[in-house]
């Protein structure tokens, strides 16, 4: 099975929360590109235009090998700027008093092509088909997919968390090849200030820095979700990934079961229990160390994350014997890569 062999394979488009004002400190865009990631992106618009990348804000990054669909704000423009290239488009939609955040995203729609479907594989999505009755909506564990953890944005997560700061940047050395603008330039900082190290990871926007962090919540997460399943399907199926284990359940009972239940994103103000000792323990870590000194912006605090995602207004369509497409909406932070794990395994 093939997933993302080509760009329009993979389709995703922003369900906006907000609504266009007349006028507005903030001016509203629509971006499209293909084969960018959001940083990228962003930063080719500050260039192109002369904007300040800290004007520029936006909800979620989407991914590199995509056509995807997203909103940015811009602080203090009214020029209603026009971009249009081949791999690149913006538009002006209108104004806000407000930068675009997370909390501005209601969701994304996806279609996706699923190329060189195996026989095994179209009788496993045909049987979870049925178990599910040809509904539209339904329940999947909501993991957190491998777009979250990167090449080694844990490993780097847990140097910042153990202010090991210079083991942090040799990291970011060891991908800067294969990420973004930023990292490249915390290098060069290193390069001109060999023992900054924080200075040279202060050259990285927060927002990125961030997710460095987030990963290592999320390897944390996805753990106690897999127990969570186990403990009500011993024969639930794993599947590897690069973190560990994904358990998925045959029996669809129990992801309604589950979806009420939220599940911890670890930080400094989160109550401890003996699954999450467990794991916080393996990482030679503790909540306390969520509260970050040397960078006080990347300090977490905590919050939860439903262990269930709502896949609604689910269509499948074949394509030929070996190829299906795939369309559904999905709520903001939800990965759908994992509706195809879910459906295929």
Known sequence: MLLKSLPEDFMVEELPAFQLLESG??????????????????QLVCKRFNIRRSDVKF????????????????????????????????????FANEPISLGCLAGNTFELIIRDIAPEERIIFEQNMHALSDTDAFYLPNYFDEQRFSTNNVAIGLCILKNDFKGAIEHIKNSAQKEGYY?????????????DYIGALKKIPPKILLMYIHAVQSKIYNELLRQSIIELDEHARDILYSQGIFAFSQDYLVYT????HSLPLLG???????????????????????????????SCEGTERNAMMHVINFTSEKIDD?????SFTLLKGCY??????????
């Open 25 to 42: 400190p903030y001016a509203i865009y629509r971006l499209w590109k293909c084969n960018f990631n959001t940083e990228d992106a962003i």
């Open 59 to 94: 909800a979620g990054t989407k991914d590199r090998n995509a056509i995807t669909t997203q909103y940015i704000s811009i602080h203090r423009n009214n020029r209603k700027l026009v971009l249009d290239e081949e791999n690149i488009k913006l538009g002006y939609c209108g």
């Open 183 to 195: 990292e490249k330039e915390a290098v060069e900082h290193l390069a001109r200030l060999p023992t």
């Open 257 to 260: 079961r589950l979806c009420d």
């Open 268 to 298: 400094f103000s989160t109550p401890s229990t003996p699954a999450l000792k467990k794991q916080i323990d393996a990482l030679s870590i503790t909540p306390r160390n969520f509260i970050i000194r040397a960078i006080p912006e990347l």
């Open 322 to 326: 070996t190829t299906l497409k795939l």
């Open 336 to 345: 759908a890569t994992m509706v195809v794990k879910g459906l295929f395994n």
